[in-house]
Structure formats: structure tokens, C-alpha cells
């Protein structure tokens, strides 16, 4: 890239660095809540361990020995809220912080968005000697950065540029850059970075990058970004999995202010699963005292749910309310056959499955077997059905099931969902019969 193309990439970015609330409605498919950083009004829970080694690893950094931590997980599960905590401990010792978010864009590329982001707020904060040892003579971030690009330099002129604030900033006393969102970051933010890691020495920087890894299509640009990045030595790996029992009794403990009645609690692991964010969701509206959720799903879990569901194409949609239908996971050779009879061919039902899975909404448990990744989702769906839309489609769910005995427990589980979708598919007796054979097993 040349100076002058590069110079003008810059010009179009720092002019228009956007403002996050701007930048909603162009994204215009973000979720319900936008993905606003969380007031940290209540305290994380678990984590422990995660923190510990970002402790640790900050502790380093602030000796001198520089670090990047990627740290991933699927939407919701409380990867900006972590980093968020670390950094909100770790200011508290002196450290500064640069906050860069990226955002999801459609049509347009905004180059440099998080970094010019971070650097703008910081900026604003830093007091005036501090802004002028860092960037010399300019005024202002866009300032130093045009006089970087237009200078007498190589190509390169920006990467260095951004090293060169980022490690002044450092030079003043140990720094984070935190990237929040990588999956929706520009290809020069990613260059950026890896320019900036890859030229890691003795440093008091730590750079920790976020990124949703369910969003990662196999033919995603990130994966390649990902493969370099994790052969740098300076780079770990942080995975987040959803909180256990005990950790969500804990958060529900801090948002209702009390500890959960159990039933509660039971609901609440078994419909969200872990994951904070629909864990907050669905407890949003709840009184404190409530002993169980209601069936009643707010608009905010439901949007959140649907946005990825609405994004597939209309027959991989109807594949899925149809495996809703179902009501547990499925081999993709049986949800093929039940489609098969709703007039949807196999080969659309594997490229359903597939785009499903792709865009993280199904998961394959092993053995061939398929379901939601969010067991909430099959509710949702399956809601979007009237009872006389959904009666057939469990009548073709009875039929396959009805033709194929199995031994033992999974019997009992084909006798107890034969009589559920004979009883919805409005065969009474054959559910009763059903409904008796697996009272049978179960003794
Ligand atoms: N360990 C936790 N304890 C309590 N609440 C949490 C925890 N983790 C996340 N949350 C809450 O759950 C919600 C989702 O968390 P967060 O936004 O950090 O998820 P995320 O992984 O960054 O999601 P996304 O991929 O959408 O950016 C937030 O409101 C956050 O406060
Ligand atoms: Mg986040």
C-alpha cells in the first residue's frame, strides 16, 4: 500500500471515527442490548482462576515482560465483562487502560476503528503533559497520525505510528490494550496488531483481545489472523466456558439479591445452561421472592435468540423449527428423514445443518448427534408454530420414532417422547400406550 493510499485510508478513518451509539444503526443487526460494556453493579461470578492468570500475567507485563492474551468464548458468556474487571483492578495499581471495541459493519470498513477508538479516550483523559510527551508536537490523536502518514517514511508509516503511541503510552507506566470483539475488527486493526505483538520487547504492555469463536465460519478471515498470532511466544489462550451450578447461583445471588429458591435455580441452569447473559435475561423482570421462572420469554432473550436464527436462509429456518419440534437431539440422518416427509430434500437439510452449525446455532454433540446450542432456542421456535402447525409435524416425529425399537434407557426415552408427540399430534390411545410401556421400563 502506498503513503498516499494509506494516508487517505487514515484521513476517511480518523474523520469518521464513529462513535459507538452512531455506529448501531449502521451495524443495524446487533443484538437487543448492543453489547453495551455491563455496569459492573454486581460481582463476577467465578472466574477465579481466569483472573488469576490475567493477574499474573499483568503483574509481568508491568516488568517488563509484555504479553497478548486471546480470550474466547460464545456471545454472552462474559468475555467483555471479565477483561472489563481485570482492567477496572488493574487501573486501581496504576495501570492505564485503552479500550478499543470493534463493531459489527455491513458495507463499509472503517480502518484503525478500535485502536483510533482507544487512543481518542485516552486522550481525553490524559492530562496535557502527558498527551504532549506522547504524541510530540500534535494536539490531537488524528494529528499525529496524519503527521505520521505524510512524513518523510516507508508504507508501513501507520503501523508504525500506532506502535509508536502505544509504546510511548507504555513507556509512562504499565498499559493495557484491550480489543474487544476481534471477529469484527478491520483488516488494518488486525495488521496493527499483529505489527504490534510481533515486535513485543521489553515492554510493560499486556494486550488482551476478546472474540466470539461460535461466530467463526470455517471460511472466516480471523482463522488465519489466529494461526500466526498463536505461534508469536508472547501469545495465550484463554477460553471461557459457561458458569457451572454453583456459579449461577451466585450471579443469580447478586441479581436478585437473595439466594435463589432451588426450583428457581433448577430452571435457571437448566433453560440458559451457564450463560450469564441469558441468565440475566431471563431473570430480568423476576420478582426476588419467585420461586420458578415463568414460561413467558422476554422480548429482549427472545430477540437476543432469534437475531443469528433470522439470519439463515428460509428452508435452513424451517429445518430448525422443524428439529424444534423434536424436542432433543437428533442424528442427522433422522432429522433428514422427518424433513424428507415436510417436503424438504436431504441434501437441503445437510446444508441446513451445516449453515446452522456454522453460525454456532446447533452444535454437533458427538455421534452424529445435533441440537441447540441454546436449548432455549428450541423453545422459542417451537413457539413460533401454532398448536394445529406443529400437531403434523409431531405425527411425522411419532412415525420415525415408532420405527426404530432401541434397548434400555434409550427406550424408555422413545416411549416417553412417543407418547408426547402422539399427545400433540392428537392420538390419545397411542400416547396412553406409550405413556404405559415406558411407566413399564421405568420399574
Ligand atoms: N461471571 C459473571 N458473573 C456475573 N455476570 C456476568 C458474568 N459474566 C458475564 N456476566 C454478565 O452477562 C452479560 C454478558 O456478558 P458479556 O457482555 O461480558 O458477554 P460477552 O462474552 O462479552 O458477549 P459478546 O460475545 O456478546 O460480546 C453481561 O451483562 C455481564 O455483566
Ligand atoms: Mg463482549
Redesign the pocket.
Known sequence: MTVRSTASKLVVAIGAVPREDDMRGVAGEM?A?S??????A??????RDEQKRLRTALDDAAAGIPCAFLIH????????????QVCDDARERGFTVLWGRCVRLSATEASYHPLLRALHDWAADADAAERARVLGSAATVEEFARGSIEGPRDGSGLFDALDAVIAAIAGGGPTILVV??LQWADLASRDALAYLVAGFHRQSLALLV?Y?DE?LVAAHSLHGWLADARRLPAVVELV?AR?DQQ?VQ??LR?LLGRDPAPALLDDVVRRAQGN??L??LLVQDLSPDAEQLTDRVSAALSDALLARWHRLSTQAREVLRILAVGGRPVTSTRLADVANMRDIDRATTAAALQDATDHGIVIDLGQDMHWFRHPLLAELLYATYSRAEAAPIHGVWAHELSLEPCVGVEELQRQSDLALHHERHGELRESLGASLRAADLAE
Open positions: 443484538s442490548r453489547r453495551q460494556v455491563a455496569p459492573l454486581t460481582a463476577l461470578a467465578g472466574r468464548g460464545e456471545a454472552g458468556v462474559g468475555k467483555t465483562r471479565l477483561v472489563r474487544d470483539d476478546t466470539r461466530d471461557l458458569l456459579e451466585q450471579q447478586e450469564p447473559y441468565t440475566e
